[in-house]
C-alpha cells in the first residue's frame, strides 16, 4: 500500500452516519500510521464552527485544515492560517466595497458573525430569489472592478470569494506544498460548494450517495472517469470509493 492526500469536506460528506464514520476513521488512521497518508479536512466552516462540531463528533485530527470554503489553511494544530495563500487571496479583493454592494440586495440575509472572514463574505439567500439575485450581483461586483466569485450551496447559503479561492484551489496548493502527486489524492464531497473539488481536475473524487441535487446534476452533466458517485451516503460512501479507486 502507498500512501496518499486524503480531502473531504465534513457536513454531510465525512459527518452525518456515525458507524460508518467511526469505520472510516479505524481505517485512515491505520494507514496514516502505516504508509503515512495525510488527512485534509476541506469545509464551508469557519475555525470557530470547525472546533464545535470537534467537540460534538469524534473526528480525527487532520494534518491540515482548509476552512471558510477554501479561503483559509492551516497546518497541523496552528491557529495562524497560511500567510502565503492569504497574500495571494488578498489581491484585487476588497471585502468592504464587497459588503457595500450585497447590502444593496434586500433578499441577501447575512450569516453569522462567525462564518464573516477575511477573504469570505456569506450571506443565506432562497433558492427563488437566487435566480435573479445572483446574475444582478455578479454584475454589479464585476461593474466595480473586483475579481470574485459567487459560489451557493444548500439552496441556502451564498459565499462571495476572491476569484483565486475555492476548495480545489485550495486543496492544489497543500497538495503541492506537500509534494503529493495528482494520482495519490482524492477529494470527497456532497454539495455544490464542493464542485470545485471535482471540476476539470486530475486528482481522483468520490461524491457521496446522498449528495444534494446540485452536485448531482453538474456530476452528470460533467462526466469525469476520475470521479465516482457511490451508493452508500456519508462516510459510507467514501469507503465505498476509496475502495472503487484502490486506494484502500
Known amino acids: ?30 494507514h496514516r500510521n502505516e504508509y503515512g497518508t495525510q488527512i485534509v479536512y476541506s469545509t464551508g466552516r469557519s475555525l470557530v464552527l470547525y472546533r464545535q462540531l470537534m467537540t460534538e463528533k469524534p473526528l480525527l485530527e487532520p494534518d491540515v485544515l482548509i476552512s471558510g470554503v ?15 495563500w492569504a497574500e495571494k487571496l488578498s489581491q484585487r479583493w476588497d471585502r468592504d466595497e464587497v459588503v457595500a454592494c450585497a447590502a444593496h440586495f434586500a433578499d441577501l440575509t447575512p450569516q453569522p458573525e462567525t462564518e464573516q472572514r477575511p477573504f469570505k463574505v456569506s450571506y443565506f439567500l432562497t433558492e427563488k430569489a ?28 451564498l459565499d462571495i470569494l476572491p476569484r483565486q479561492a475555492n476548495k480545489g484551489m485550495a486543496m492544489t496548493f497543500v497538495r503541492q506544498n506537500l509534494g503529493v502527486d495528482p494520482t495519490r489524492t482524492v477529494a470527497c464531497g456532497d454539495s455544490g460548494n464542493d464542485i470545485a473539488l471535482f471540476a476539470s481536475r486530475p486528482e481522483y473524487g ?10 448531482l446534476q453538474w456530476h452528470h452533466a460533467n462526466p469525469n472517469p476520475n470521479r465516482y458517485l457511490a ?17 484502500f
Open 1 to 30: 500500500m502507498n500512501p496518499f492526500l486524503f480531502v473531504t469536506d465534513l457536513d454531510n460528506t465525512l459527518v452525518g452516519d456515525d458507524a460508518a464514520m467511526a469505520e472510516l476513521n479505524r481505517r485512515l488512521e491505520r
Open 70 to 84: 477554501g479561503t483559509e489553511i492551516y497546518y497541523g494544530n496552528s491557529d495562524t492560517p497560511d500567510p502565503v
Open 130 to 157: 437566487a435566480v435573479e439575485v445572483l446574475p444582478q450581483l455578479e454584475e454589479v461586483l464585476g461593474d466595480r472592478g473586483l475579481d470574485i466569485q459567487l459560489i451557493y450551496s444548500g439552496s441556502q447559503d
Open 206 to 215: 468520490i461524491i457521496v450517495g446522498n449528495a444534494m441535487p446540485e452536485l
Open 231 to 247: 451508493r452508500a451516503h456519508c462516510a459510507g460512501g467514501i469507503l465505498e470509493g476509496l475502495c472503487h479507486f484502490g486506494f
